[in-house]
């Protein structure tokens, strides 16, 4: 009896063998999409950098040592306001020396004004004065004794003897006036003239350094880039801060050369940012290149774009992923832009007929990033083939397989 099973169980097992030997495999699937009719956004994707629409470099005017920095990254600024202050301690100190050395350059030159020094002056005017009063009363004493020897009524000595008085003190009289004169020499007047001159130059020199020491910016906007911190010294043209309009923003998109030809002005834009996923930013194409030029491997031309920036959250620097909407076609015929495939330079899909493929030459129109429009080829509710790793070729018989 055991024997007999084992027999039976041994048959069974070469049927079974025979029989999945023998037995046709089925047709593959295929995964297959249905033609239809939609609105077609043509859009064309790439990418750019952000930059402000308006924008201000400030930039220090003078060395010196950042004492401090009023405003941070962020923060909106007015025009004029004052974004940071250098060390002005030194350039104060000049202007009190040099404010100093104006007062006693005036000073000096009252003293010319006057004639000279005031104590001096005094002195030898009270002297000439004497001498003046003395001079007038011996030359009438000289008439008075003149008369007197013309009369025989007096010694010609004592007329000889006022005469030489009166010569005395008018000598006197000269010394004084040219000592009076020389406490104020034209040589001295000029020199204490260029003295003031330079000490009022040193004046508005000092004053400048201290103004320039207060950095303000020319521009209302925000400040977006700010390197400098409290206690850094910088030179003359080192950046300070840079403030920027940021409620709308040029953004410069990259277009290789191939697709030029579909961008014109007031085309659509719409701005994605990595860093903020979930955030659209949208705007228009405002003006063409003027040139192509090199960009890694690629050749561009660099579209100039105005983008809306109600929050100002999309920062300048940023590097931005950009999608222009080139084309808008409505109630058009369209496949999956993975469905079309290349055969000897034209377009073409597969198409399901009798359970077999069929190659079927097409006419593409405008495209999205994902479907592509039909001019030609295709009628509504067809179904196309979708890439798959299996090799396939007309006639293949498949099974249809729609997802």
């Not at 000279?116 to 001498?131: K, Y």
């Not at 940021?246 to 940012?273: F, N, S």
């Amino acid at each position: 009896m055991k024997r007999w099973l084992a027999i039976l169980f041994l048959l069974a097992v070469v049927l079974a063998g025979v029989i999945l030997a023998t037995r046709r495999p089925g047709p593959p699937e295929i995964p297959f999409a249905k033609v239809k009719r939609e609105r077609l956004v043509s859009s064309l994707a790439t990418n750019g950098k952000v930059e402000p629409l308006e924008s201000s470099t400030v930039r220090s005017e003078r060395d010196g040592v950042l004492e401090k920095v009023m405003v941070s990254r962020g923060e909106s600024v007015s025009a004029g306001q004052v974004l940071a202050t250098l060390d002005a301690r030194e350039a104060r100190s000049e202007l009190a020396a040099a404010e100093s050395r104006v007062a006693a350059a005036q000073a000096e030159l009252a003293n010319f004004e006057r004639g000279g020094r005031s104590v001096e002056l005094a002195e030898i005017d009270g002297s000439i004065a004497r001498f003046e009063v003395d001079r007038r009363k011996t030359m009438r004493d000289l008439e008075t004794s003149r008369r007197l020897v013309e009369k025989k009524a007096a010694p010609a000595s004592e007329a000889q003897d006022l005469e030489d008085r009166l010569a005395k003190i008018n000598v006197e009289i000269d010394a004084l006036a040219r000592k009076r004169k020389s406490l104020a020499p034209e040589t001295d007047r000029a020199a204490a003239q260029a003295r003031l001159a330079d000490a009022r130059a040193a004046v508005e020199l000092a004053r400048k350094r201290i103004d320039l020491a207060t950095i303000r910016t020319p521009l209302a906007g925000v400040v977006f880039n700010l390197p400098v911190r409290p206690g850094s010294f910088v030179h003359a043209g080192d950046l300070i801060a840079e403030i920027g309009r940021l409620e709308r923003l040029k953004v410069i998109v990259y277009v290789d050369e191939p697709e030029l030809g579909r961008i014109r002005a007031g085309l659509p834009v719409k701005v994605t940012w990595d860093a903020a996923p979930s955030q659209t930013w949208t705007g228009v194409v405002d003006k063409l290149p003027t040139q192509v030029v090199a960009l890694g491997t690629r050749q561009v031309g660099e579209v100039i774009t105005l983008v809306e920036n109600p929050e100002r959250d999309l920062p300048p620097g940023a590097n931005i992923n950009a999608e222009i909407q080139t084309d808008v076609v409505e109630n058009a015929l369209t496949v999956p832009k993975e469905a079309l495939r290349r055969e000897g330079g034209d377009f073409g899909v597969f198409v399901a007929g009798g359970g077999k493929l069929a190659w079927r030459k097409v006419r593409v129109g405008a495209s999205s990033a994902t479907r592509a429009a039909i001019l030609e080829g295709l009628s509504e509710g067809d179904a196309v083939a979708l890439p798959v790793e299996t090799d396939v070729k007309p006639g293949m018989e498949v099974k249809a397989v729609f997802p």
